[in-house]
């Protein structure tokens, strides 16, 4: 494998809460708890797990959104939490995120051109009527007309506003886009939409996606390769079709069983979801999914499993594998 | 799991256009802007419509009651009331104007800024202006201008100074609800500074709710320049203030009540024409509100 | 319960700590040394050391910060520049007066306010809720000192049927009843102007709540549902309202009792401003703000044990 484009290594973000009265507790909530990966250029890879499991908060802290608590984060060799102000806005200028929601994204009182030529202007790539230029052939690219530019958000629908999203993180001519969740908020309808744009430009433009999101059956479509992350961690990564497919982590099994099948002969007898997330608060010790895992032994409630390299590229932490 | 469902479409902000429309076919707002204009053109004008200088004193005609060449009578130096009335216009919306301008500008920079900030910075400042709130604004204003002198300018900053809490609390609220949106952060991922951020995106979206406040506070401005005025607190004598108007009237009200009751209708017009104005705006920029 | 009260209290003395801190900032900016501006130009070198000896500002500041904040905390606002009297005492002597207007014009405020704006909320868009909308503006823009030359004019010099002076003997209830009520309508007018508009709007939101739709459908005679699923939830918002609104209520008492002629807090000000009785001035600006602080800490409280669900917070 070349270079990558990004590398995360050990990312952590823990949430402080103070609590009470008279007597406060700190709680502290482990959103992020151990988190690598490597993005190669032009690979899209998929982050996938429930609500609450820290991919949305683990793309942030590497986008610098939040700040980390530990870890290193590499961009094409350069050290993204170290940046300082212009360095920072340079890093800026190549890494870009789409947001889950189309209705928050955009300023209710900034026109649509005004939204996508500010950052051109903020960045010096484009001022005057070539930013506008530069904004209409956006739009387009997105499948929106030029007439667009004058309109206020409010006056399109979500899956629109969403493409107008991915207009505005193209403005900077980004190599890597951190779609978050981008098309969760969405009608099922308009959803291929939107999918279609992102898989179009990927191609077009050569981009790097980290996809993040909790429906199966899009990362499949969209990612090459695709990271299973349990209560903060990882807990199996490798090539989309694999992972998916045939999962060795008894959590993915889980994941794969639970979302539905196109095809009724396969579809087999659906197992439910065992009990509830843990809490982020107050993990589990030892593999933090022992809990709630069929295949539980002794050893798991005791002993954090070992990161295991697979067959066929990528890993698994699981002590049935290891 | 986070469902697959079409999001609320957010709260729509009414665009500036449909707002002054709808405060614009209520008849008391109505009413309420053509009472301020009335008395904004008579501040204006005073000049050229005033019958008489309102510093000129008929010595034959002293206390003089309402009609003939002085319409609304003359005090005990015999000066034209309606005169000064109408010059007494400028002292009370300069004053107000100014007042509300300066809390407006510096209670919401703070307000926007610690809630944008948040942590214990908000915590702080929020609590200092919690402290500010605890002060009754009368007496505030009086040992304000007491001790730094009575002047138009002191007057400014002192009723400023009772207003600023105010507008640091109604310009925070909705920048805590801003700040947590998306497009805050796409601003920070687009690699905008905070100041852009503050003042180009979330200071437009606070806007239309700082200005109905304003316009509001602005008949609470009024009412306390006259009020200090009315202590002998106001700008100094010979300047004809309503408020300095009525006080005279007062002293002289055995004899001569038009004195004081005409300054003090002067007052009451201004007040009510502001909070009619006011009131329509609030209806008008939130439906929610509407009626309420 | 105990525990939210205290959180409360404990609460509180920052609050009075940081007013007192105001208070001594706001004193201090004063451009210039306190003992020239009260004695002029002309004072003597020996008469300007006395009175900055009497006044303590010969001392470093944060000695005098220690001792005015200690010393208004255990009840000591200093003495009068002009009598030499304590201020406590100056103030102990016209209270009375004050409290009679203060809460007559609040009880003016409440009765006439909370039915008003409850009849309006029932009666919404109807001819009674526009009048009482639009009296209700009128009452909010009248300044207490024009509304109070209004009554006095009216009710006292036209139709003679009230005193124009107020100076009632405080042995009298009768007396003090009777010497009380114009400056009470006059102080009361905004007050509850203020009421019916925030009881209306309270109302409105309550009545518009599932709970009344609930009761309703439930078969709540409809006069139940207003007086008591309807008007409890609103008077929270009542309460609170009317504790914030006792700033502006402590204003314009002073205002009254200047047009009425009544002896009270208001005139001592006045005389302290014309006196520039500057220690005078710095004690009635502290004990104004730690009434308004007592308020507050009243309608939290109430509010605590009105709302359940405060407590729990």
């Not at chain 1, 610098?64 to 060799?77: M, S």
């Not at chain 1, 999962?247 to 396969?266: Q, W």
């Not at chain 2, 690699?191 to 180009?200: A, E, N, Q, T």
């Not at chain 3, 005078?280 to 605590?304: A, E, K």
Request: glycine residues 8%; hydrophobic residues 50%; proline residues 7%.
């Amino acid at each position: 494998m070349s270079e990558p484009l990004l590398s995360v290594q050990g990312l952590r973000k823990h949430f402080v809460q103070r609590k009470g009265f008279p007597r406060p507790r700190t709680i502290v909530v482990r959103a992020v708890e151990d988190v690598s990966f490597t993005i190669a250029p032009g690979e899209a890879f998929g982050l996938v797990g429930e609500s609450g499991c820290g991919k949305s908060t683990a793309a942030r802290a590497l986008l610098r959104l939040i700040e980390p608590d530990a870890g290193q984060v590499t961009y094409r060799g350069q050290d993204v939490l170290a940046a300082r102000g212009a360095e920072l806005k340079a890093l800026r200028r190549k890494m870009q995120i789409v947001f889950q929601d189309p209705y928050s994204s955009l300023d209710p009182r900034q026109t649509i051109g005004s939204a996508l030529m500010e950052p051109m202007r903020v960045h010096g790539i484009a001022t005057g009527r070539e930013a506008r230029a530069r904004a209409a052939a956006l739009l387009e690219e997105v499948g929106l007309p030029a007439a667009a530019l004058d309109r206020l958000p409010h006056e399109f629908s979500g899956g629109q506003r969403q493409r107008i999203g991915v207009a505005r993180a193209l403005t900077l001519e980004p190599e890597l886009i951190v779609a978050d969740e981008p098309v969760s908020a969405l009608d099922v309808s308009v959803q291929a939409q939107v999918l279609l744009v992102l898989k179009q430009l990927r191609a077009r433009r050569g981009l790097s996606f980290l996809f993040v999101s909790h429906d199966l059956s899009v990362v499949r479509w969209f990612c090459d390769r695709v990271a299973v992350m349990y209560l903060g961690r990882i807990v199996e990564e490798g090539p989309a079709g694999r992972v998916l497919a045939d999962p060795l982590h008894p959590y993915a099994k889980m994941l794969r069983d639970a979302s539905p099948v196109p095809d009724p002969t396969r579809r087999g007898v659906l197992p439910r979801i065992v009990g509830e997330i843990p809490s982020a608060a107050n993990p589990p010790p030892g593999c933090p999914f022992h809990p709630r895992c069929p295949q539980a032994m002794d050893v798991c409630s005791k002993v954090a499993p070992r990161w295991t390299v697979a067959s066929g590229g990528g890993g698994v932490a699981c002590h049935l594998h290891g | 799991m986070s469902a697959v469902v079409e999001a609320p479409p957010s709260p729509r902000v009414p665009a500036r256009r449909k707002v002054l429309a709808k405060a614009r076919s209520n008849p008391t707002t109505l009413a309420g802007a053509i009472i301020c204009l009335l008395i904004l053109a008579a501040a204006i004008l005073a000049p050229w419509i005033a019958p008489h200088d309102p510093a000129e004193q008929d010595i034959m005609s002293r206390l003089a009651p309402p009609g003939g060449a002085y319409p609304l009578g003359t005090d005990q130096f015999g000066r034209d009331i309606l005169s000064r009335l109408l010059w007494g216009a400028r002292i009370s919306l300069t004053v107000s104007l100014g007042a509300i301008a300066l809390a407006c500008v510096i209670g919401g920079a703070i307000g926007m800024v610690s809630g944008y900030i948040g942590g214990r910075f908000d915590l702080f400042v929020m609590q200092v202006m919690d402290v500010l709130l605890s002060f009754p604004s009368l007496i505030l204003g009086l040992i304000v201008v007491a001790l730094l002198g009575p002047d138009l300018a002191n007057l400014v900053v002192a009723i400023a100074l009772t207003a600023i809490a105010p507008f640091a609390r109604i310009a925070r609220a909705p920048t805590l609800a801003l700040k947590e949106r998306a497009f805050v952060e796409a601003g920070r991922a687009l690699g905008f500074s905070h100041l852009r951020i503050v003042f180009r995106h979330i200071l437009p979206n606070i806007l239309p709710e700082v200005m109905v406040m304003a316009s509001l506070w602005m008949a609470t401005a009024v009412r306390v320049e006259a009020s200090l005025s009315f202590i002998g607190l106001g700008v100094k004598p010979p300047t004809p203030t309503w408020g300095g108007m009525t006080r005279d009237g007062f002293e002289n009200i055995l004899d001569s009540p038009w004195l004081a009751v005409f300054p003090g209708l002067a007052i009451l017009l201004l007040v009510l024409g502001l909070n009619l104005v006011g009131d329509g705006l609030r209806d008008a920029t939130d439906p929610k509100l509407r009626n309420e | 319960m105990i525990w939210f009260v205290a959180k409360r209290l404990l609460a509180a003395v920052p609050t009075l700590v940081a007013v007192l801190t105001v208070v001594f900032i706001i004193v201090r900016i004063v451009p210039g040394d306190p003992a020239l501006v009260i004695l002029g130009d002309q004072a003597t070198a020996e008469a300007t050391e006395a009175l900055r000896a009497r006044l303590g500002t010969d001392r470093p500041m944060l000695v005098q910060y220690w001792s005015f904040v200690t010393n208004a905390l255990t009840g000591d606002f200093g003495s009068s520049l002009v009598t030499g009297r304590p201020i406590i005492e100056e103030v102990g002597a016209v209270l009375p007066h004050t409290i009679d207007l203060t809460l007559a014009s609040m009880v003016l405020g409440v009765v006439v306010g909370v039915p008003v704006g409850i009849w309006a909320a029932l009666r919404r868009n109807g001819a009674v809720d526009i009048a009482a909308r639009l009296l209700s503006l009128l009452g909010l823009s009248f300044p207490v000192f024009v509304s109070g030359i209004y009554l006095l004019l009216l009710f006292g010099l036209h139709w003679r049927l009230f005193p124009v002076i107020g100076n009632a003997d405080l042995s009298d209830f009768g007396d003090r009843l009777h010497k009380v009520v114009l400056p009470a309508v006059a102080l009361g007018l905004t007050m509850a102007a203020y009421i019916t508009r925030v009881t209306r709007s309270a109302m409105l939101h309550s009545l518009g709540e599932d709970y009344i739709r609930t009761a309703r459908a439930k078969g709540v005679p409809w006069r139940r549902v207003v007086w008591v699923h309807g008007l409890r939830n609103a008077s929270l918002p009542v309460v609170t309202v009317v504790g914030l609104y006792v700033g502006i209520l402590i204003g314009n008492s002073v205002l009254t009792e200047i047009v009425f002629n009544r002896p009270g807090l208001g005139k001592i000000i006045v005389g302290a401003l014309n006196q520039r009785d500057y220690t005078m001035l710095q004690g009635l600006m502290v004990i104004y703000c730690f009434l308004i602080v007592v308020v507050n800490l009243v309608t939290d409280l109430l509010y605590g044990v009105m709302d359940p669900r405060v407590k729990q917070a």
